[in-house]
């Protein structure tokens, strides 16, 4: 792996006072690693560089890579990988420096944290703050391998399944070579290494962050060393809601689980159907199971005057755990508002994943039951589809501006009207943006955003995967829902199948026909979120489906005023290899480490 020097470490402005909201750089401070036992503030300067490199993307920008959407950005690394280019050396899906970055000042925090004076002459306050930090660090370092695993684990060409190498030490300039120069562990030990992780950090972090009311409430470890509420408050209280707790953590080592029991890795890993939905349920039965369903979750990112105006670490009911909320932002709808409304139109939904999108009946548009009309294939359809995806003639932007992306559209919008901003499919992407954010020069207004980290609904598709797997559609194993109760909840919630949904009771026939409604639904639920690039791996699903050539939709009108309708059978083909299913380790890293083993395929 990157050798990593740690020249200084940024010192956090506020001590214990902020949650990850006010997580942000400060000033540099060149410092030895000893100087953190007396000065917290420094200590805590670590863990913000880790939140610095957090995994999760502002914005889509795997879903190009997939059949689900292409881009207009002719450079576009993402474009070049799907359609060919795709190489150890040139691999925009990589997570290799970034991770082993932050797992280097989470090995460092976890090293050091018992010697650090959180607060001077308090042993009470000094062990929550360190079992905060410590909890913390453990479970981001678990993710952060989770987000390596995901990425670069894979076969070698003598058939071994291989994770990443485990490092659970700090490193620095003074590091021996040879320890650098490091195997890569099994998939099963970074499965256990993760998952022991966790379960450190479900010890160690509170359930909840937030003021308690008395003593009576401090928990035992902390009362018997003499800590009171006002400790407890300081230490997890009000103001630190946001950071992560043991249901976080719990989320964390069910998404490992959720993996590992997949097509793609089970075999390697040995972790079952039936062990993956257990740590779900335990996840999902802190919100009351089916019934904790967000009812606007399908559509979260529409509830603008929540996002406009919620208090620190403060969570909408979908979201159980998020990043910053990021003011006057308009960097998103800049990339991907039409170019009428002064965007780049980056984001161009395919008709594959247009027609994936159900009738509001339920039924697929592939079924007579149906009664899809090619000719007028946009009505009664399921509500999603307009939420997430801009359709011609669909009204956007502060002004309300109607965008036209059939060819007889008289500006930018229409359907490759100009190379480097229009669409190539007929749609553009909706999905995220907000339509009161105002790109024009002369009145640019931007508005504010966030990154859901972990949204309950993907933990309850995770569930339904895994439970229909281990237990049939309608089985519960030990829990109180099964994959078609879920299903059912997610499908209701958006205005899809009516009361009895018929198509989901015939699907709750079979757990084949089950297993690929799960799958749509989740392709539809978290499309644009860059879920489907890994799904499609995990699954192991046929070369045929990976190479999907990305198709679109020619809109025209005729003198009398009607729209016709042409499918773009070949917008971009696709050129993936069969041994892509796993990607690979970076170039540079195996020519500098021999004992890095490249996964097969890949040079």
């Not at 059912?488 to 949904?501: L, N, P």
Request: net charge negative; aromatic share 10%.
């Amino acid at each position: 792996m990157k050798k990593i020097i740690l020249f200084s470490i940024i010192a956090a402005s506020t001590a214990f006072t902020s949650c990850n909201d006010l997580l942000e750089p400060a000033i540099e401070n060149h410092r030895q690693i000893n100087d953190m036992y007396s000065n917290p503030t420094f200590a805590q300067g670590l863990m913000n560089q880790v939140y610095i490199l957090m995994p999760y993307s502002n914005s889509s920008v795997s879903d190009v890579a997939t059949d689900d959407a292409v881009t207009n950005d002719r450079a576009s690394n993402y474009m070049r990988m799907a359609t060919g280019s795709w190489a150890s050396d040139m691999d925009p899906m990589s997570q290799w420096q970034n991770r082993y970055n932050a797992i280097n000042y989470l090995n460092i925090m976890l090293e050091n944290s018992d010697m650090v004076e959180w607060v001077a002459n308090n042993k009470a306050l000094t062990a929550m703050y360190n079992d905060q930090y410590k909890g913390e660090a453990y479970a981001l370092r678990a993710l952060h391998y989770y987000f390596l695993m995901r990425a670069h684990a894979g076969k070698t060409s003598d058939g071994r399944f291989l994770g990443v190498p485990l490092f659970l030490k700090g490193q620095d300039a003074e590091t021996p070579q040879e320890e650098l120069n490091k195997a890569r562990n099994t998939f099963k030990e970074c499965y256990d290494q993760m998952i022991a992780d966790v379960n450190k950090a479900i010890e160690l972090l509170p359930v909840a962050d937030g003021d308690i009311a008395s003593d009576n409430d401090v928990p035992a470890k902390y009362k018997q060393m003499g800590g009171t509420a006002a400790d407890y408050n300081r230490a997890f209280g009000n103001h630190q809601i946001g950071k992560i707790t043991s249901p976080v953590a719990e989320a964390i080592r069910a998404q490992i689980a959720f993996m590992a029991a997949s097509p793609a890795f089970s075999e390697a890993s040995g972790v079952t159907w039936a062990q993956a939905a257990d740590f779900l349920a335990q996840s999902l039965d802190r919100i009351g199971g089916v019934s904790g369903i967000d009812p606007d979750g399908w559509k979260w990112f529409t509830n603008t005057s929540f996002i406009d105006n919620m208090k620190q670490g403060e969570m909408q009911k979908e979201v159980l755990w998020r990043g910053n909320r990021r003011d006057s932002e308009s960097s998103i709808e800049k990339d991907c508002f039409p170019p009428s409304i002064y965007g780049n139109g980056r984001i161009n939904p395919t008709q594959n994943l247009v027609d994936a999108f159900p009738m509001a009946n339920g039924y697929p548009i592939t079924e007579a039951a149906s009664n899809y009309n090619p000719q007028d294939p946009y009505a009664d359809r399921d509500p999603r589809l307009a939420t997430y995806i801009l359709l011609n003639e669909s009204k956007m932007g502060v002004e309300d501006k109607t965008i036209i992306t059939g060819i007889y559209g008289t500006n930018r919008d229409a359907l490759n009207r100009d190379n480097g901003s229009s669409t190539r499919t007929g749609y553009y992407l909706r999905k995220g943006l907000r339509s009161d954010v105002n790109l024009n020069p002369s009145s640019t207004v931007g508005k504010s955003h966030y990154t859901p980290r972990i949204r309950f609904t993907e933990l309850f598709l995770d569930y339904a995967e895994a439970a229909n797997e281990a237990w049939g559609p309608t089985g519960k194993g030990t829990h109180n829902y099964s994959a078609k109760d879920i299903i059912k909840a997610i499908r209701s919630r958006a205005g899809v199948g009516g009361d009895d949904d018929p198509y989901l009771e015939a699907c709750a026939t079979s757990t084949d026909k089950m297993r690929e409604l799960i799958r749509n639904e989740r392709r539809l639920e978290l499309c644009f979120e860059n879920q489907r690039f890994y799904d499609l791996r995990r699954w192991n699903v046929n070369l045929n489906k990976l190479n999907e050539t990305a198709q679109g939709m020619q809109i025209d009108k005729l003198a009398d005023g009607t729209l016709t309708y042409t499918v773009l059978p070949s917008v971009e083909v696709r050129n993936y290899k069969n041994y892509m299913y796993y990607g690979p380790i970076p170039f540079v890293e195996t020519r500098k480490y021999n004992a890095l083993e490249q996964n097969e395929g890949w040079r």
